[in-house]
């Protein structure tokens, strides 16, 4: 089924387990997945405010019309079940993707500058390796169906990571810049900082003056 809200009509047949995110935000799970302290576990390690305008989270079984099993749409996260750490580490992912939605702090020079040197890394590795990787599809930070492809399926995601240890935190995370950035968001807040810090010092440095100062303050909203 590729329409979500058909994929959520139908879950809502079976039990639905209800919580509440910081008090206030509904987290709807489908019946026999147990989400353990993992909800706790956000509430101590993102920020309250990132949350601002995330209307609900639901987790069940979802495909969107691209197959993703996990995705943002219209004020709703929508998470698949999986292990508790996959679970915590898709809703951050979505969130990241919400507020690349609803504010413009992620069009940060460094960011773009730090991602594209990646890829410009990343196209010479390939090249070395024998790879004939297309120059036009590297050189576009924005979300492409024939890049995801090539690195997908031309190259497979199981060389791909070879390719890209110390360069970019997963092989998914090269597809585009929003990719990247909401990649770097789920190490950061969930898988492992350090990381962040080791190979993607921009993005780093950004994520921690939005949670700096009280974080608010650095918030822009798209007009
Ligand atoms: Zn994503």
Do not use: W
Request: hydrophobic residues 35%; aromatic residues 16%.
């Amino acid at each position: 089924m590729k329409n979500p809200l058909l994929e959520y009509i139908v879950n809502k047949q079976k039990a639905i387990n209800k919580h509440l995110l910081f008090r206030k935000i509904e987290v709807e799970i489908v019946d026999g997945f147990n989400i353990g302290d993992s909800l706790e576990k956000i509430e101590s390690s993102i920020p309250e405010y990132f949350f601002n305008g995330v209307d609900k989270i639901v987790i069940g079984q979802f495909r969107d019309k691209d197959h993703n099993r996990s995705f943002y749409k219209d004020g709703i996260i929508y998470v698949s079940i999986n292990n508790q750490e996959d679970v915590m580490r898709d809703i951050s992912h979505e969130l990241s993707h919400f507020l690349f939605d609803k504010y413009s702090i992620f069009e940060d020079v460094l960011i773009s500058e730090e991602f594209m040197g990646k890829r410009r890394r990343l196209f010479d590795i390939l090249l070395y390796a024998g790879y004939n990787p297309p120059k036009d599809l590297f050189a576009r930070s924005d979300y492409n169906k024939e890049f995801d492809d090539y690195l997908y399926e031309t190259v497979g995601y199981q060389k791909l990571t070879s390719h890209i240890i110390g360069l970019f935190p997963d092989p998914y995370s090269v597809t585009s810049l929003e990719e990247y950035v909401s990649t770097c968001f789920e190490f950061f807040f969930i898988k492992d900082r350090d990381y962040i810090k080791k190979i993607c010092p921009a993005t780093y440095k950004v994520f921690n003056h939005l949670i700096g100062k009280n974080g608010k303050l650095y918030f822009v909203l798209r007009t």
